[in-house]
């Protein structure tokens, strides 16, 4: 009796010592989910549906955005020397009879010039005789008419140089200068996302259907790398623009106005916390 009275309290004191050690591992395991990795977010979506940014002028960001994606990014370059070589050489390529052709056409036309020039030189002595004529008297009438004339076409010039500098500072506004759709990386995302600016401002917006998984510690970067590069490269070279505001629906971002965005032209939501990309778009300019 003795013996089990002794064990008892040990048995008691080892229960209670392995229960707060499994209370312990369980506390641990707690903090590692919620805190640490977040997994629970996964399974908890944070929707936003914030407004389109403020300009000075006041404008449709949802309309504006719908024409710049009816219209498409600007055409490459390439395509249009490929399209331009192709032309040339059938503009090369011709008959013997049209070369006789251009060549009767270029003799005309060589006729033509001499004849002009002849005509043009004598006009021109006629007119330097008159002009010797009426240096002794005073300036003829047709004279001032013509000054008057080139007078008024210059300011008709400069009221038209004016109007047309108007209309250029009347035409600049709120526009899309460049636009992307998101691809998924480590996790899925899609979605467009814009760039908007007004010469004085300028924004990253995800339009309302951007979607990506939750996660935590998520930020959204601008990166001079591809969409497709590795993690290393991406963080070689890259901008913060803040946290990720929720991982459904639109939201927007300040761009600093010294980012140059043809080079930092790949968009990505970043997990900085694990070092991990969960999806890439690539910006193209517009037209």
């Not at 629970?40 to 944070?46: A, N, P, R, T, W």
């Not at 209309?167 to 600049?172: A, F, H, L, M, P």
């Not at 996302?193 to 998520?218: K, S």
């Not at 959204?220 to 946290?243: E, K, R």
């Amino acid at each position: 009796m003795r013996f089990l009275s002794r064990l008892i309290p040990r048995s008691t004191g080892g229960r209670w010592a392995a229960g707060l050690g499994v209370a312990g591992v369980i506390g641990v395991g707690i903090y590692l989910v919620f805190f640490v990795f977040a997994f629970h977010l996964i399974f908890v979506d944070e929707v936003v549906d914030e407004a389109g940014p403020e300009f000075a002028v006041e404008v449709d960001i949802d309309e504006l955005i719908s024409e710049a994606l009816e219209a498409g990014p600007v055409a490459t370059t390439a395509a249009v020397a490929e399209t331009g070589s192709d032309d040339q050489p059938a503009d090369q390529s011709m008959s013997v009879g049209e070369h006789d052709a251009d060549t009767d056409a270029s003799d005309g036309s060589a006729g033509t010039a001499e004849t002009d020039g002849s005509a043009g030189s004598a006009g021109t002595s006629e007119s330097a005789e008159s002009a010797e004529t009426d240096a002794s008297g005073e300036p003829s009438e047709p004279a001032e008419s013509d000054a008057s004339a080139g007078s008024d076409g210059s300011t008709e010039s400069a009221e038209s140089s004016d109007s047309g500098e108007s209309g250029e500072t009347e035409d600049q506004g709120v526009r899309v200068a460049y636009v992307g759709s998101f691809g998924p990386r480590s996790h899925p995302a899609e979605g467009t996302a814009v760039v908007l600016t007004d010469g004085t401002q300028t924004f990253l917006r995800f339009d309302d259907d951007f979607a990506t998984d939750n996660g935590p510690d998520l930020n959204v970067y601008l990166h001079t790398a591809g969409p497709d590069a590795s993690v290393d490269d991406l963080v070689g070279d890259f901008i913060d623009l803040g946290d990720l505001k929720g991982n459904i629906g639109a939201q927007n971002f300040v761009i600093p106005s010294d980012v140059d965005l043809d080079r930092y032209n790949t968009v990505s939501v970043w997990c900085v916390r694990f070092r991990v990309v969960f999806g890439t778009a690539a910006l193209a300019p517009m037209n």
